[in-house]
């Protein structure tokens, strides 16, 4: 498969042209800026719930997932398990509330509750966070299809990046969400042909490879010890909650799919849907890379020398072992799991740039004007992403760490504004920017500090919990720097109906009086 056969390049050269004509359908329909930037709020439950499957898992998933697992074990089911605990908390308030509350970009909600500069805040982290995770996205598929087929990996990050934009500028939102759905059954189709190939292949038959792997611990979720250091099954608990719960309260890709929907009945099940349909997927992709760990463990096969890290093993399977056409339809799920997320990030860099920035600056802007600017928006972030993920495969990703490190800095404590904002009457502007400069300052110095070897060392000071815990300590210190900051400083209480508990008493009232 170092240079892919026919049949495979069919096969990803229809995807390809599959995804661009699904974009040219939709693109006759986009009239305003209600039907580029939500879809004219009339997709059905289902189609909105495979999209946010289809935007949660991402080249990084199809690769890191069978690397970790190659490696170690199911820890990292652990933080999917939290979606479930996340959804149960808060589905039934929070997606009604942000269908209340905002229009289209889900930073509005910060705007109401304490200024502009909140919302400018959020929005700009939103937009920090996930531009970073595009070009990364890009650089991983472009590393991974190199090393399937020794293709040139600028080659395939234009291509890629050329064709994701075109079908989200032409066709907003609803097309993100209809070629997201097909992308959705392509990953179901190349998991499944890993699988299976795993399984006709194995030495010794299924059975073998699922007894050695049980044998060798490959199961286990992480040790139930109380260690916050290393990948414990709390640390990773913990970890999974609080980003979940940031997705779903402090993240456009996912509450501008609750604004989709006609109704929220309809937006609640799309949610629980999207959440129900990634957990199955991420425990597969990590029983991919088990079994392929017992693969080479019974086969006793001959590996390259170049073959050392846990995340080479799978693609080096692939190359060897799937046949053809079948191949393709694993590149083409490589592609779409890419593509899917990169679609719904270009999408809603339209939204946050046109409501949160565009329209603060020419207020008397016409629809048609707005809609013009979303779409260049699409075009211009698409080409930088495009550009980051070229200048990544330039440096081989060693500029990686230091681009992720400055993002998480400038990005960080989304979830602790909203749970802030929402929970607390009493928190304030004031307040809040207090407990914002201390989850600044708190993962600075955690981000410098922290890793075997530190940018800043400060020997016995140094962070040493584990780094995934750096979010969590940042959106509690927001929530409680924030807090104590109001009830120092003097400011005003919340505006009625921007809580969870004058919007909950506003809807009992309307209920009652109907």
């Known amino acids: 498969m170092n ?80 979606v479930v605990v996340v959804l149960v908390l808060v589905g039934s308030i929070i997606i009604p509330f942000f269908r209340e509350v905002v229009r289209m970009s889900a930073f509005e909600y910060f705007e109401k509750r304490f200024g502009y500069s909140v919302r ?21 598929v472009a590393l991974t299809v190199q090393s399937l087929t020794g293709w040139d990996m600028s080659l395939v990050i234009v291509a890629s990046g050329v064709v994701t934009v075109i079908y989200t500028y032409a066709g907003g939102l609803e097309a993100v969400i209809w070629t997201d759905v097909a992308q959705g059954f392509i990953m179901w189709f190349g998991i499944a042909i890993s699988l299976g190939t795993l399984l006709v292949l194995m030495p010794g038959g299924a059975a ?127 592609f779409a799991a890419a593509m899917s ?42 080409a930088l992403c495009t550009l980051v993920a070229l200048w990544l495969a330039s440096t081989k990703g060693t500029a990686l760490s230091l681009y992720f490190t400055a993002t998480s800095i400038l990005a960080g404590g989304l979830f602790g504004v909203f749970a802030l904002a929402f929970l607390s009457t009493r928190a304030h502007l004031r307040g809040l920017w207090v407990g914002i400069a201390a989850c600044i300052l708190f993962t600075a110095y955690a981000t410098f500090t922290s890793g075997k070897a530190p940018v800043l060392d400060l020997g016995t000071w140094n962070f040493k919990l584990n780094g995934v815990l750096i979010g969590v300590i940042g959106h509690l210190l927001v929530v409680v720097i924030g807090y104590v900051g109001s009830l120092v400083i003097p400011g005003p209480r919340a505006p009625a109906g921007l809580t969870i508990w004058g919007w909950r008493a506003q809807r009992l009232a309307a209920t009652t009086a109907s």
């Open 3 to 82: 240079s892919l056969r026919w049949l495979d390049l069919a096969v990803i050269a229809v995807y390809m042209l599959g995804m661009i004509a699904l974009g040219l359908r939709y693109s006759r329909r986009q009239k305003t800026t209600e039907d580029y930037f939500v879809a004219g709020r009339s997709i059905p439950a289902w189609a909105m719930g495979v999209s946010i499957f289809a935007t949660l898992i991402s080249s990084i998933t199809f690769i890191a997932y069978p690397g970790g697992a190659f490696g170690g074990n199911w820890a990292e089911l652990v933080p999917g398990f939290m």
């Open 120 to 140: 400018l805040y959020t929005s700009l982290g939103f937009t920090l966070g996930h531009f970073s995770k595009m070009g990364f996205v890009f650089y991983l």
């Open 208 to 334: 073998a490879g699922f007894q050695l792997a049980w044998e060798n611990h490959k199961f286990d979720l992480g040790t139930l010890k109380f260690d916050l250091t290393g990948k414990s099954f709390w640390v990773m608990a913990a970890y999974g909650f609080f980003w979940y719960l940031q997705k779903y309260t402090a993240d456009q890709t996912i509450i501008q799919r609750y604004l989709v929907a006609k109704d929220d009945r309809s937006a609640i099940r799309g949610v629980a849907l999207g959440a129900l349909l990634c957990i199955p997927v991420w425990a597969l992709f990590l029983l991919i890379g088990t079994l392929t760990w017992s693969y080479y463990q019974l086969s006793g096969e001959v590996l390259p020398p170049h073959i050392v890290k846990p995340d080479q093993f799978y693609p080096h399977f692939l190359t060897t072992h799937v046949p053809a056409g079948f191949a393709g339809v694993i590149m083409a799920s490589l």
């Open 341 to 382: 997320t990169i679609s719904s990030d270009l999408n809603c860099f339209a939204v946050v740039g046109v409501e949160d920035f565009y329209t603060k600056l020419r207020q008397n802007s016409t629809d048609r004007e707005r809609l013009f600017m979303g779409r260049v928006i699409v075009a211009v972030a698409g």
